[in-house]
T-cell receptor, first 114, second 114 residues
Framework: DSGVTQTPKHLITATGQRVTLRCSPRSGDLSVYWYQQSLDQGLQFLIQYYNGEERAKGNILERFSAQQFPDLHSELNLSSLELGDSALYFC?????????????FGPGTRLTVL | DAKTTQPNSMESNEEEPVHLPCNHSTISGTDYIHWYRQLPSQGPEYVIHGLTSNVNNRMASLAIAEDRKSSTLILHRATLRDAAVYYCILLPMYSGGGADGLTFGKGTHLIIQP
């Protein structure tokens, strides 16, 4: 158990809909990262927040957005869903260990768009 | 981002040592070498990281070449539970505000035979 929690575990929805994925980082970690893992694209970094502020963006679509709240939990909002958005979505938080930041991943949310 | 090259797959027998290679010929002097693994149906898991010297922890050992252009993750006694995809990732030295998002390649699919 990494200490990072994600809800829900599974989500099934239809094209055109909007969903919200939730992540709680490990206690004390200020950074939250979101990743998408699909069969054809592999694991891809989407976006990072640090202490409530957006810090880095990866391959995140304009239809996707995220935020980090004062209690440090984060939400990833996916709108106008398409079949190709079906994937595993992972959240991670990071801690500095032996001079470098290491990331701890949650169990993921499996999104199925029908 | 500095690039790494890993074999697509490797096979080993249970209870034998496993040496997973990674080439990173364009590594910069401030890049840490990180290893993560992803077990089936789980989120990625941090394994080990290092900068110049060889490193050991309870999960594995990391041997870094003197010129730092390659490294090897060593699992001393593989078990069936070690069957996973192993990713070698370069990350710049901590620069404050949390690390950047990880860039995952295809990794090495490690198969353990009983």
């Amino acid at each position: 158990d990494s200490g990072v929690t994600q809800t829900p575990k599974h989500l099934i929805t239809a094209t055109g809909q909007r969903v919200t994925l939730r992540c709680s980082p490990r206690s004390g970690d200020l950074s939250v990262y979101w990743y998408q893992q699909s069969l054809d694209q592999g694991l891809q970094f989407l976006i990072q927040y640090y202490n409530g502020e957006e810090r880095a963006k990866g391959n995140i679509l304009e239809r996707f957005s995220a935020q980090q709240f004062p209690d440090l939990h984060s939400e990833l909002n996916l709108s106008s869903l398409e079949l190709g958005d079906s994937a595993l979505y992972f959240c991670a938080s990071s801690a500095r260990i032996l001079g470098a930041d290491t990331q701890y991943f949650g169990p993921g949310t499996r999104l199925t768009v029908l | 981002d500095a690039k790494t090259t890993q074999p697509n797959s490797m096979e080993s027998n249970e209870e034998e040592p496993v040496h997973l290679p990674c080439n990173h010929s364009t590594i910069s002097g401030t890049d840490y070498i990180h290893w993560y693994r992803q077990l089936p149906s789980q989120g990625p898991e941090y394994v080990i990281h290092g900068l110049t010297s060889n490193v050991n922890n309870r999960m594995a050992s990391l041997a870094i070449a003197e010129d730092r252009k390659s490294s090897t993750l060593i699992l001393h006694r593989a078990t069936l539970r070690d069957a996973a995809v192993y990713y070698c990732i370069l990350l710049p030295m901590y620069s404050g505000g949390g690390a950047d998002g990880l860039t995952f390649g295809k990794g090495t699919h490690l198969i353990i035979q009983p």
